[in-house]
């Protein structure tokens, strides 16, 4: 049982490059997120998809866009990577967005723009 | 002001110690509480989930709530070499659209042979 798997996990871009975090889920859930990771700032959501066909903006959603393609792949996009979104990027799901449902991690993706 | 308070450590401690980790939060809203572990360069996973005041154990770790004082804590008894990592807090709240997640900043935590 994989959970969430992203890819890839390790990444160097040039500013101005653009690419895209890959995350799929094999648990069957109904919602998708994404976090990313940075000392001293803890997790901060920056978009999320509550079921399949809708996404909307998290915390820092700005320089970023996503994509739901379907129940299980959810991908991140970065149009033109900036030295600010250096950082370790978490794809993450649950079963849905009603109250204490749990949310399972993937195991990181860690970006750095140069 | 954060609305999830962390102390960032590291903590460090000899094995088979009682470690105490703790965070604070402003936001009465906030319902659910859960602890995180994180193992270097590894994805969070889930410890510990409550939503009520008072304590709950789970092993060798207790989560403990005190919804007066906005405080949670995560205790861990006899302490092994593999619990070193970094511990989140997160806390929920329902806010009729979804379920909104704060993160703390994480503690670390290296237990000592």
């Known amino acids: 049982n994989a959970g969430v798997t992203q890819t890839p996990k390790f990444q160097v871009l040039k500013t101005g490059q653009s690419m895209t975090l890959q995350c799929a889920q094999d648990m069957n859930h109904n919602s998708m997120y994404w976090y990313r990771q940075d000392p001293g700032m803890g997790l901060r959501l920056i978009y999320y998809s509550a079921s399949e066909g809708t996404t909307d903006k998290g915390e820092v959603p700005n320089g970023y866009n996503v994509s739901r393609l379907n129940k299980r792949e959810f991908s991140l996009r970065l149009e033109s990577a900036a030295p600010s979104q250096t950082s370790v990027y978490f794809c993450?799901?649950?079963?849905?967005?009603?109250?204490?449902?749990?949310?399972?991690f993937g195991e990181g993706s860690w970006l750095t723009v140069v | 002001q954060k609305e999830v308070e962390q102390d960032p450590g590291p903590l460090s401690v000899p094995e088979g110690a009682i470690v105490s980790l703790n965070c604070t939060y402003s936001?009465?809203?906030?319902?659910?509480f859960m602890w995180y572990r994180q193992y270097s360069r590894k994805g969070p996973e889930l410890l510990m989930y409550?939503?009520?005041?008072g304590n709950k154990e789970d092993g060798r770790f207790t989560a403990q709530v005190d919804k007066s004082s906005k405080y949670i804590s995560l205790f861990i008894r006899d302490s092994q070499p593999s619990d070193s990592a970094t511990y989140l807090c997160a806390i929920a709240s329902w806010t009729g659209g979804g379920n909104k997640l704060t993160f703390g900043t994480g503690t670390q935590l290296k237990v000592e042979l």
């Open positions: 936001n009465s809203a906030f319902q659910y």
């Open positions: 409550t939503y009520s005041s």
């Open positions: 993450a799901s649950s079963v849905g967005q009603s109250s204490g449902n749990t949310i399972y």
